[in-house]
């Protein structure tokens, strides 16, 4: 098969890969230098979409309404854009080997792609319950959500079994954000997962009290503290049950696991550094191998502001990764150096009527501030982490942009601070003081 050869490769096609396209764009790159390969169908998206208004019934988000690099506020790149600027899409094609040392990729179909400069933007995996084995997991209508043609089956399931029961396995925000999206589908949903409360990884005891009172309030059943151990089928092999390790069995037409992922970095194992899971960077997105960067959920690189390495799956980081790592490759081809990338960790979710940010670390003490009870007219609470007397991280439901960018500085700066209670008092106004 013939051997295609590009100046500059990214493999993988999602959000940093579309952001890094721009920047490319942005920095001059030339008809027929750049390649994105992409074992999706459809040009880089932004990916959050898919467990929000894609799986709604009225004001359904489809492509191509969602492109990068619209989740920014910036224009979106349609896939003739790619045409215009001379970049190739190469979709629907995987890599299924990539030789570092010969700079070589080679697809499902056989095809041969060299590279002078790599991006490895392969994003994650979800974790599958027949993965652990979990009896009758292989059963129809058991839905993940990682891409968009998985969407799509989810979206068929909806319609399929209108109006029917759902179990959601999974506490984490995938789990928070599909639940919510079932329930506004009219299904009758249930959560489970094995945590005392949902989103355990960021949210504190205080805050998941909060949604967890907002959901039972929208009707969702949340079940804490087990997990499902098996499912049982019909005759078409549909499942129709989940059975929990508690002995309970729940019905079911449809199950949505979001129960995490890991990054896709198994094409590349022994040939790179790697670290806490990920690729190893540096602060410009450089890994161990000359004229390979990685970006995205791959990348373990070092976080500036806490002084150590770190992996983020976000997509704020995504796309910010990605135009560091391209800034980087332009510059050192013109013998200049840019900044080092100084990451503020910042995550969101949405659902229902809420909102939430998260700007820094989530250690230390905490304080909860504003109104957090589920009846609350306004939702507008929030919590602060506080580590060596100083604010390191900082929660905001129902923020305004400027309250928003309040907490986020908040994070940056890492204010002393004497009192929690005081600070618990205080509230969004210590925010707004900084
Ligand atoms: P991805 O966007 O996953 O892109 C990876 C691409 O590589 C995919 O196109 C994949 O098909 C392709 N690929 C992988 N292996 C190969 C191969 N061997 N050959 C060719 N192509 C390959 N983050 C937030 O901060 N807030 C949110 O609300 C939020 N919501 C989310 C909702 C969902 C449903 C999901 C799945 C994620 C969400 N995220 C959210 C996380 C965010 O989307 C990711 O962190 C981000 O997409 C990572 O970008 P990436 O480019 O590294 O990976």
Redesign the pocket.
């Known amino acids: 098969m013939a051997e295609k050869s590009f100046k500059y490769v990214i493999?993988?096609?999602?959000?940093?890969?579309g952001y890094a396209a721009r920047e490319f764009a942005k920095q001059g790159v030339k008809p027929g230098e750049l390649a994105i390969?992409?074992?999706?169908a459809v040009a880089p998206y932004e990916?959050?979409a898919?467990?929000k208004a894609y799986l709604f019934p009225e004001g359904t988000a489809r492509l191509p309404g969602f492109h990068v690099c619209v989740g920014s506020g910036g224009e979106r790149l349609l896939p003739e854009w790619y045409t215009e600027k001379g970049i190739s899409l190469i979709l629907s094609?995987?890599?299924?080997k990539a030789d570092l040392a010969s700079k070589t990729l080679i697809s499902a179909a056989g095809e041969t792609f060299k590279y002078q400069i790599l991006i490895i933007?392969?994003?994650?995996t979800v974790f599958r319950l027949t993965d652990f084995g979990v009896q009758g997991a292989d059963a129809k209508n058991i839905f993940y959500?990682?891409?968009i043609d998985e969407a799509d089956e989810l979206v068929k399931g909806i319609k399929a079994k209108k109006n029917g029961k759902a179990v959601v396995v999974g506490g984490g925000?995938?789990g928070l954000?599909l639940s919510a999206a079932l329930r506004i589908n009219n299904f009758d949903v249930s959560m489970v997962f094995p945590e005392p409360w949902c989103m355990p990884r960021l949210f504190t005891a205080g805050i998941a009290a909060f949604y967890e009172g907002y959901y039972a309030n929208k009707g969702i059943n949340i079940i804490k503290g087990t997990v499902a151990v098996g499912f049982g089928t019909n005759g078409n092999g549909e499942v129709t049950d989940v059975k929990l390790k508690d002995g309970r069995v729940l019905e079911a037409d449809i199950v949505v696991v979001g129960v995490g992922g890991k990054p896709?970095t198994t094409?590349f194992k022994d040939q790179v550094d790697e670290e806490k899971g990920g690729i190893k960077t540096d602060a410009f997105f450089k890994t161990s191998v000359p004229d390979v960067y990685a970006?995205?959920?791959?990348a373990t690189f070092p976080l500036k502001l806490y002084g150590e390495t770190r992996r983020v799956?976000?997509?704020?980081h995504?796309r910010k990764s990605a135009e560091q790592a391209v800034k980087a490759i332009f510059a050192s081809e013109q013998g200049k150096s840019i900044s080092e990338y100084d990451y503020l960790p910042y995550?969101?979710?949405?659902s229902f009527d809420l909102s939430w940010q998260f700007y820094g670390d989530n250690v230390g003490e905490t304080v909860l501030f504003g109104d957090s009870s589920p009846e609350s007219p306004t939702h507008k609470f929030g919590s602060y982490w506080i580590k060596d007397g100083k604010v390191v991280g900082a929660f905001l439901e129902s923020g305004t942009p400027e309250e928003n960018q309040a907490i986020a500085k908040v994070a940056r700066v890492q204010p002393p601070v004497s009192s929690l209670d005081q600070l618990a008092t205080e509230g969004l106004t210590f925010a707004s003081k900084i």
């Open positions: 493999v993988g096609g999602g959000v940093a890969a390969i992409s074992k999706e990916r959050p898919l467990s094609t995987e890599i299924v933007a392969t994003g994650s959500l990682r891409e925000y995938i954000e896709l094409l970006v995205g959920d791959v799956e976000h997509v704020d995504a995550f969101y979710s949405r």
